[in-house]
T-cell receptor, first 116, second 112 residues
Framework: DTGVSQDPRHKITKRGQNVTFRCDPISEHNRLYWYRQTLGQGPEFLTYFQNEAQLEKSRLLSDRFSAERPKGSFSTLEIQRTEQGDSAMYLC??????????????FGPGTRLTVT | AQSVTQLGSHVSVSEGALVLLRCNYSSSVPPYLFWYVQYPNQGLQLLLKYTTGATLVKGINGFEAEFKKSETSFHLTKPSAHMSDAAEYFCAVSDSDYKLSFGAGTTVTVRA
């Protein structure tokens, strides 16, 4: 168990460019979550997957954002036409859900995005 | 909808003193409550959680929290602060879909 990993750890991009982040959850975890954390704030929920199905998207997730988890393992978060307001830490978390019971979420180290 | 309010964005304590971080929640369903710690440039680490059962919950690193339904509170305490406790602490509440709603966080500094 190597924990949740995220790549890259840091990304600097120019406004208008597209960026893609990757998250590798803990191997046996069937749920995967994306959160966004801006400076001085707590993380805010963006979206989550149960296996490969995307079950919910926050209103924070504009049309420029898309997330996938094609084989129920790793996930990608893409931001198209980045804006300065997209600058934030993007956190991924995973958990194991069995029936009605869900266990705690384990967080990755995050990807810090800076849009210049 | 669930929400969390953390009272005090910064707390400064002396080494060896009591650490008390306040958290109040709002939830339309019986809540699951969590405290996470975040060190600079790192992800969040779970300190402790309340789901059901005993209202006094013990976590890692000597932290504990008490769920008080009547006060809608879940305050975090540690009897004796250590320099390594300097970090940012987040209280969170979870709904039936298990997604977390976080408070704005409390930064703890520990004075030698």
């Amino acid at each position: 168990d190597t924990g949740v990993s995220q790549d890259p750890r840091h990304k600097i991009t120019k406004r208008g460019q597209n960026v893609t982040f990757r998250c590798d959850p803990i191997s046996e975890h069937n749920r995967l979550y994306w959160y966004r954390q801006t400076l001085g704030q707590g993380p805010e929920f963006l979206t989550y997957f149960q296996n490969e199905a995307q079950l919910e998207k926050s209103r924070l997730l504009s049309d420029r954002f898309s997330a996938e988890r094609p084989k129920g393992s790793f996930s990608t978060l893409e931001i198209q036409r980045t804006e300065q307001g997209d600058s934030a830490m993007y956190l991924c978390a995973s958990s194991l859900t069995q029936g009605w019971r869900s266990y705690e979420q384990y967080f990755g180290p995050g990807t810090r995005l800076t849009v210049t | 909808a669930q929400s969390v309010t953390q009272l005090g964005s910064h707390v400064s304590v002396s080494e060896g003193a009591l650490v008390l971080l306040r958290c109040n929640y709002s939830s339309s369903v019986p809540p699951y409550l969590f405290w996470y710690v975040q060190y600079p440039n790192q992800g969040l680490q779970l300190l402790l959680k309340y789901t059901t059962g005993a209202t006094l919950v013990k976590g890692i690193n000597g932290f504990e929290a008490e769920f008080k339904k009547s006060e809608t509170s879940f305050h975090l305490t540690k009897p004796s602060a250590h320099m390594s406790d300097a970090a940012e602490y987040f209280c969170a509440v979870s709904d039936s879909d298990y997604k977390l709603s976080f408070g704005a966080g409390t930064t703890v500094t520990v004075r030698a």
